[in-house]
């Protein structure tokens, strides 16, 4: 099998980095883990990627001036690891189209609403608030406008009446941990990518 080379960008402890990595040590999954990369040095998740021989580099993006500086040198990494996916995973970061156009079509994120609802943070906390009866998360295709490009799968979570923004985030994270390595294997199977 020839399997897509995927870069993951992180800002923390990585978990649904982890699902993926945890995913692509089947033999028959269609992606190989070529690289971590964190804008936080001590982002838990560096380590475990380590602990995987998996190239784990942390750019910290308070070294730059600006957004556009930053995103450079974070593309000219990716560049240099022969990628063919970019999987961003809890990356806190608003991205440029500096970072985002050389990769158009093949990045995606996961994000934890049901888009095009609640786009951005505190996503749990506006789906109770508006009385919302689901929550839930999608994958999606970075672009320029955040949280806004073509979804690619989605798992629904059901609001509980007692729910919290807590509660609901933790049934959500285990259905984002389901969703995303099978939504990455889709994408990786694409016959354009």
């Not at 995913?23 to 380590?47: F, I, K, M, Q, T």
């Not at 406008?145 to 799968?153: F, K, Q, R, T, V």
Request: proline fraction near 5%; glycine fraction near 6%; include cysteine.
């Amino acid at each position: 099998m020839n399997k897509k080379r995927v870069g993951i960008l992180i800002s923390g402890r990585g978990s649904n980095m982890r699902a993926i990595v945890e995913a692509a040590s089947d033999p028959n999954y269609p992606v190989e883990v070529a690289c971590v990369v964190s804008n936080r040095p001590d982002a838990g998740g560096l380590a475990y990627a380590r602990s995987q021989n998996i190239a784990a580099q942390a750019i910290d993006h308070k070294n730059y001036k600006t957004r556009e500086e930053f995103d450079s040198v974070v593309n000219d990494y990716l560049q240099s690891q022969s990628l063919d996916i970019i999987v961003c995973a809890g990356f806190m970061r608003i991205m440029t189209p500096v970072l985002i156009k050389p990769w158009e079509g093949r990045m995606i994120n996961i994000h934890p609403s049901l888009l095009p609802l609640y786009r951005g943070l505190h996503t749990h906390e506006r789906a109770i608030a508006a009385g919302d009866k689901e929550g839930g998360c999608t994958v999606h295709f970075v672009t320029a406008e955040l949280d806004d490009g073509p979804i690619i799968a989605q798992a629904r979570v059901p609001i509980l009446k007692d729910d919290t923004a807590e509660t609901l985030a933790d049934r959500v994270l285990v259905e984002e941990h389901k969703l995303y390595p099978l939504a990455l294997a889709k994408v990786a199977l694409a016959k354009d990518i």
